[in-house]
């Protein structure tokens, strides 16, 4: 099974600077691999997904993670964060064609004006 | 279009009593997983089942645990004669068929307290 490190459990950051989560996997076989978002009391929420392909993946809301197999890695970043960016971040890894989900302890993000 | 839907969202148990968490899935879905969270921890699998069907549960604690995913109704994750180590958030999740790749789609978790 994976093992996934999430380095930072807590990161203030101020609207509008950029903010950079980081997670690191334990294997370098082939891996999907996921960033969740979990806002106050609710449901996880697929943010991104790397499956196959360019490494620089992006999402819909100015989210974006690069895979980088040699540091066995998938940092998140966003150049400039919103009050409403203000959530838990999971980072999580499967084997490729495995459906169990392997997650990180979670990164808080407040936003603070 | 409900998603992923559980109940309670919050559950408070003393020790020896049994706990009953519910997870009704996404429309169309007949794949479930539950995953645990333990306080300062990721989620971790528990089990994946789908209709009438445990198709892996290499993740659940050999005793005290089952689920089930029956023909009607939500999939029921039980806890018997809970302990305070059990006190943890529950997640379902479930995705729709057999692709190499299904996204999981989460509910909001069921926080269980054992005092």
């Known amino acids: 099974a994976q093992s996934v490190t999430q380095l930072d459990s807590q990161v203030p950051v101020f609207e509008e600077a950029p903010v950079e989560l980081r997670c690191n996997y334990s294997s370098s076989v082939s891996v999907y691999l996921f960033w969740y978002v979990q806002y106050p009391n609710q449901g996880l929420q697929l943010l991104l997904k790397?499956?196959?392909?360019?490494?620089l993946v992006e999402s819909i809301n100015g989210f974006e993670a690069e895979f980088n197999k040699s540091q066995t890695s998938f940092h998140l970043r966003k150049p400039s964060v919103h009050i409403s960016d203000t959530a838990e971040y999971f980072c999580?890894?499967?084997?490729?064609?495995?459906?169990?989900?392997?997650f990180g302890a979670g990164t808080t993000v407040t936003v603070r004006a | 279009n409900a998603g992923v839907m559980q109940n309670p969202r919050h559950l408070v148990r003393r020790r020896g009593q049994e706990a009953r968490l519910r997870c009704s899935p996404m429309?169309?879905?007949?794949?479930v997983y539950w995953y645990r969270q333990l306080p300062e921890e990721g989620l971790k699998f528990m089990v994946y089942l789908q209709k009438e069907n445990i198709i892996d549960e290499s993740g659940m604690p050999k005793e005290r645990f089952s689920a089930e995913f029956p023909k009607e109704g939500p999939s029921i994750l039980r806890i018997q004669q809970v302990v305070r180590g059990d006190s943890a958030a529950y997640f379902c999740?479930?995705?729709?068929?057999?692709?190499?790749?299904?996204?999981?789609?989460f509910g909001p978790g069921t926080r269980l307290t054992v005092l």
């Open positions: 999740a479930s995705s729709p068929g057999t692709d190499t790749y299904n996204e999981q789609f």
């Open positions: 790397y499956l196959s392909g360019s490494t």
């Open positions: 999580a890894v499967s084997d490729r064609g495995d459906y169990k989900l392997s």
């Open positions: 429309k169309g879905h007949s794949h």
